[in-house]
């Protein structure tokens, strides 16, 4: 379950992203000839939703990307919450995605300590599907469905050895499996997000509980993205001694 990324300016006009210092408007995709989100990288097509850009900067986000919660507490890495960044904070200004061993360059999950990254789109693959490559449903799996890591097993859809910590669509039943691309074409989908609770009386004034409560929701994710960049820091600076070390020796 995400939280939501709402903008505190948005307006008929546009809304405000974390990601970029301009206000970002809505945009017809058909009025552009050539138009990429920024956000997962993939191009626009005729099944994709609105976009949200700004265009003196050519800087445009799909709307679901748009909505991409910061954080997000996923299967895949139970251990920490993930938060989304806008981009890596590698050297390389780059990271391998963790779900489907492809380099991406625009936004991740991340977790910092961890050096754990994954596409938007990878992110939100489904947890099972149907699909007519194969009659019986596929569950999503983070690895190796076997237990014995040494085992070389292909996707049944293109026939390539595939890597043990990849994810992948995987049948139980029919030891049917297949690499995320081969099975569908990961789109960042919407993130489910709680919704507030009507006020059965709109006469009524707001109570002040729930700013309060409001205030201690964002005052803790300003808590939280502090410390995920106090883990970046300090991640940068062991790489900066390693290196230095490797130097003198």
């Known amino acids: ?15 405000q992203h974390f990601s970029h210092s301009h206000i970002l408007k809505l945009v017809n995709p058909t009025e552009v000839e050539t138009l990429t989100c920024n956000a997962c990288e993939q191009p626009n097509n005729n099944n994709k939703p609105n976009f949200y850009g700004c265009s003196s900067c050519q800087y445009f986000l799909h709307e679901n990307c748009f909505n991409a919660p910061r954080f997000l507490d996923h299967s895949s890495h139970s251990s920490h919450p993930l938060t989304l960044l806008a981009s890596p904070t590698y050297s390389s200004r780059s990271y ?3 779900a489907c061993g492809s380099v991406g360059n625009g936004f991740c999950f991340s977790c910092a300590c961890c ?49 043990t910590d990849d994810w992948l669509y995987y049948c139980a039943g029919c030891d049917f499996m297949s690499h995320l691309t081969c099975t569908i074409s990961p789109e960042v989908g919407v993130f489910p997000i709680q919704q507030p609770h009507p006020n059965p009386n709109p006469n009524q004034s707001p ?13 803790a994710n300003e808590a939280h993205e502090q410390i ?9 600076e062991a790489q900066g001694r390693a290196a230095a070390l490797s130097l003198w020796d």
């Open 1 to 15: 379950m995400g939280r939501r990324n709402w903008s505190r300016d948005s307006t008929s006009q546009g809304k």
């Open 96 to 98: 391998t995605c963790k």
């Open 115 to 163: 050096e754990f990254d994954v596409h938007l789109q990878c992110a939100s693959c489904p947890s099972s599907l149907l699909v007519d490559k194969h009659p019986h449903q596929l569950e999503l799996l983070f690895g190796s469905p076997f237990e014995d890591k040494n085992i070389v097993y292909s996707c049944d859809v293109c026939n390539v050895i595939m890597k």
């Open 207 to 219: 109570d002040p509980n729930t700013n309060s409560a409001v205030e201690m929701i964002n005052a």
């Open 228 to 236: 995920i960049a106090a883990q970046i820091r300090a991640r940068i």
